[in-house]
């Protein structure tokens, strides 16, 4: 029943009451019930009652300003008054209060007409998330009730939308966006507030806000949920058909069988009030409450087949419904299915009610039965290999090791036919790059390979420069001869048809360092500005005779200089001098660095390519001389003279 929330914050206790099945109504076991749960027969002054199987403390009458409406009937065709067998003198009406519950709350009646003019399916609902976060009711640890629990709950709302008078599958609250982003089982503990849980012969609520923008607020609908065994779908077997012991044959037929079986599950056990409630009113027979069709499917590599004697789910390409009867402890069902096989490996999956291992499609969403707890035994495959057609590439290997730019590098690839069969004209790629990506040398060796046979194909290339270079081969690259090799390159996969190895081509141990040599350090002089200095020198540390072009930048406190030269053999150093002009005492920072010019040569030991020093400006005052002595040692020497 749709409520507005008239207030900012509703503190929720203790709101439902408690059911079993008419059926099951005698005195005997609602005594044993009530005995198990600790509730006593009466309360407030009230007798405990059954209504519509729910255990309520007293009549709609012992509510204060309790109102009646006219109604629908219920599932039996009911009004409140022909339901609890007593004239109350509103026929064809339902009471908004049932009577009391066990902590003296009114009992809702979810029968009673909503009080929002219009209603709305639970899919088109803006649900609140964690309501329990927004002050609408008590705060809930979700994971503090069991996942059978919530299974049972799922099971509630999955339906719900039928007893609104929305009968569609697209209506549910399985296909609301907030509630479809995952497991529908665990999405729906950040949205539903569970007021009591459900247990044997126990009804439990839940209650959840969502806003009305049309109606101008935020509503609430109490929906109570019924105890009830939840099923376990399960693929038990799958038999491909082929006779133990042989490989697959390309063009053979095939009919494979498959087991399904669905029984309850029987977790629920564990709990010891569960089990007492249960053996209670089920005389401890565990079975299936009720009849299910759920969607299955079988797949022969990744293509789902068709299947025999079973209805197709609408709208779904060799989709099909796995019906069960309801009341018994096991449903077994056989199906069978025709498949020929192309010749190579063979992977038969087969998926009841579940989207994991991707068997089933997306769309079959809306047909599952979320109430399952578990889905760990929804699928089963069966792998065979067929007649395995497999080229790879086993070794690389190249010499010398490392190369050196300009010499001839010398490679051996190592392929191998892993089949029963022989190939002609098959074809290995190889590919030599640079450190860049850059390609180098490339070609197609084309050899026979027998079935079994390992041959070794050579090949060469002349590196250019130094550095890192990667090769690698790839046998069948077109993945046409043959088109249906196993094992293959596809994407990112690293099929064994390829493989690729580094190679080092190592240069000349060409090696020059940079040094700074101020004119002095720190520099202490009475000159304000101080025109400082310091030479930079650029030598060789190897004994090679090339000359090797340099670029030399030297950047600091005196700017930026770039100078580009070409460095004779070892012997003739190069040198720059670098200027600062100083005017305020203080550190000046100069830094040198020489690279090679172009990519025709590299430096072996790059960290003396850099170099760096402070200098100290000290300005010094000349001293102070008296004017009055200089006069005296001017007028004395005049004397003497």
């Not at 086993?394 to 590098?409: A, F, H, R, Y």
């Amino acid at each position: 029943m749709l409520r507005k929330l008239i207030a900012a914050f509703v503190l929720l206790t203790l709101l439902a009451g408690f059911s079993f099945s008419e059926a099951q109504a005698g005195e005997d076991k609602l005594q044993k019930v009530l005995q198990i749960n600790g509730l006593p027969a009466e309360r407030w002054g009230l007798q405990a009652r059954l209504d519509r199987g729910q255990i309520v403390y007293g009549l709609p009458t012992d509510i204060d300003s309790n109102d009646w409406k006219p109604a629908p009937p219920d599932a039996d065709g009911n009004d409140w008054q022909k339901a609890n067998g007593m004239d109350l003198g509103h026929p064809g009406e339902e009471p908004r209060y049932l009577g009391k519950t066990i902590d003296g709350s009114d009992f809702t009646n979810e029968l009673f007409p909503m009080d929002a003019p219009d209603q709305i399916a639970p899919a088109q609902r803006d649900m609140i998330f964690q309501p329990w976060y927004e002050n609408y009711c008590a705060l809930q640890n979700s994971n503090s009730y069991s996942d059978q629990t919530w299974s049972i709950i799922a099971k509630t709302l999955q339906t719900y939308n039928k007893r609104i008078g929305y009968p569609g599958a697209e209506d549910s609250f399985t296909n609301n966006p907030a509630l479809k982003s995952g497991d529908f089982n665990v999405t729906i503990r950040d949205y539903f507030k569970v007021l009591t849980e459900p247990e044997p012969g126990l009804t439990g609520t839940v209650r959840h806000w969502h806003n009305r923008s049309d109606l101008g607020g935020v509503y609430y609908e109490t929906i109570t949920v019924k105890w009830d065994v939840i099923p376990d779908f399960i693929v038990e077997s799958i038999d491909p058909g082929v006779p133990k012991g042989e490989k697959v044959q390309k063009g053979k037929k095939y009919t494979g069988k498959v087991v399904l079986k669905t029984k309850p599950d029987s977790s629920f056990l564990s709990s010891p009030k569960t089990k007492e409630l249960f053996d209670v009113l089920e005389g401890g027979k565990v079975k299936l409450s009720q009849d299910y069709a759920v969607p299955f499917g079988v797949a022969i590599n990744g293509q789902l087949v068709q299947l025999k004697n079973l209805q197709p789910v609408p709208d779904l390409t060799n989709v099909y419904w796995y019906s069960v009867k309801g009341n018994k402890a096991e449903d077994t069902l056989e199906v069978t299915f025709d498949w020929t096989s192309d010749g190579g490996p063979v992977k038969i999956g087969a998926a009841v009610n579940t989207l994991l291992e991707n068997t089933l499609p997306q769309e079959a969403w809306n047909d599952m039965d979320w109430s399952e707890l578990t889905n760990t035994n929804n699928t089963k495959f069966a792998e065979l290999q067929g007649e395995v057609k497999n080229l790879k590439v086993t070794d690389i290997t190249l010499s010398p090791e490392p190369g050196q730019p300009g010499q001839l590098t010398s490679g051996v690839i190592t392929v191998k036919n892993d089949s029963e069969m022989g190939f002609a004209n098959v074809e290995t790629l190889w590919r030599a790059r640079r450190l860049d990506g850059t390609v180098l040398a490339e070609n197609t060796i084309v050899t026979n390979l027998a079935a079994g046979e390992q041959k070794t194909l050579p090949f060469s290339f002349t590196p250019d420069l130094a550095g890192e270079y990667s090769v690698a081969a790839m046998i069948n690259p077109d993945h046409s001869n043959p088109p249906d090799e196993v094992n293959f390159l596809s994407g990112d996969w690293p099929g064994d048809n390829r493989m690729e190895v580094p190679y080092t081509v190592k240069g000349k141990d060409y090696d020059i360092k940079v040094q700074i040599i101020p004119g002095m350090n720190p520099w202490s002089t009475t000159d304000n500005p101080a025109y400082m200095w310091a030479t930079v020198i650029v030598s060789r540390k190897d004994e090679l005779p090339e000359t090797l072009p340099v670029r030399l930048t030297i950047s600091g406190d005196g700017g930026t200089v770039v100078k580009t030269f070409d460095l004779p053999p070892k012997g003739s150093p190069y040198e720059y001098e670098y200027n600062i002009t100083a005017s305020v005492p203080g550190y000046y920072n100069v830094e040198a660095q020489a690279w090679p010019f172009d990519d025709s040569w590299t430096d072996v030991y790059p960290p003396d390519n850099v170099d760096s020093v402070t200098i100290e400006y000290i300005h010094n005052k000349p001293p102070e001389i008296q004017d009055d002595k200089l006069h005296g040692e001017i007028i004395d020497s005049e004397k003497h003279w």
